[in-house]
């Protein structure tokens, strides 16, 4: 599996929290960007990061602004990407067994460094659940973006 990884100035020093942990837990990873604090606008790294997931150059993509509400609001605007602005660990969870998302967002300035790689651990070891229900409502959630 490989997360590719990408953050604003806001982020930045999450993003480096979160690599080494993904270097810990023996997970391969991609560092999009940006690697120092001047100020970058966050829907440039948010569309980097969404276009390489939905390319297939990463499985899955962890965003970092200061919030996280910034990188998922543009990030979604990238077709075929679903990030979910995730604060607990119950959030990555769900995100990933029933919205099938593919980007968690992270806020630097929110929540701690412990906090942010339990969550980033459970949104990449949560697999999509193929239950019916949830299947049909990622389809739906795909028909209104292609409207
Ligand atoms: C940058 O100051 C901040 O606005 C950005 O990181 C993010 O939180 C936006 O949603």
Redesign the pocket.
């Known amino acids: 599996m490989k997360i590719a990884v990408a953050n ?4 930045l020093e999450l993003k480096w929290v979160l690599l080494e942990h993904l270097a810990e837990l023996g997970v391969e990873a991609e560092n999009l960007g940006v690697d120092t604090d001047d100020p970058v606008d ?1 829907p440039d790294v948010a569309q980097r990061l969404g276009q390489a997931v939905v390319a297939g150059d990463a499985d899955l993509g962890l965003l970092i ?3 996280g ?3 998922c609001l543009a990030a979604n605007k990238v077709r075929g990407v679903r990030a979910a602005s995730c604060c607990f660990e119950y959030h990555a969870r769900m995100a990933r067994e029933h919205n099938h998302a593919n980007v968690c967002c992270l ?1 630097g ?1 929110v929540i701690g460094p412990e906090l942010a790689k339990a969550i980033a651990t459970q949104f990449i070891r949560t697999p999509e659940s193929d239950a019916e229900r949830h299947v049909r409502r990622t389809r739906k959630v795909e028909a209104l973006e292609a409207q």
């Open positions: 604003d100035h806001a982020g966050y602004c200061g919030t509400i910034g990188v806020g300035r």
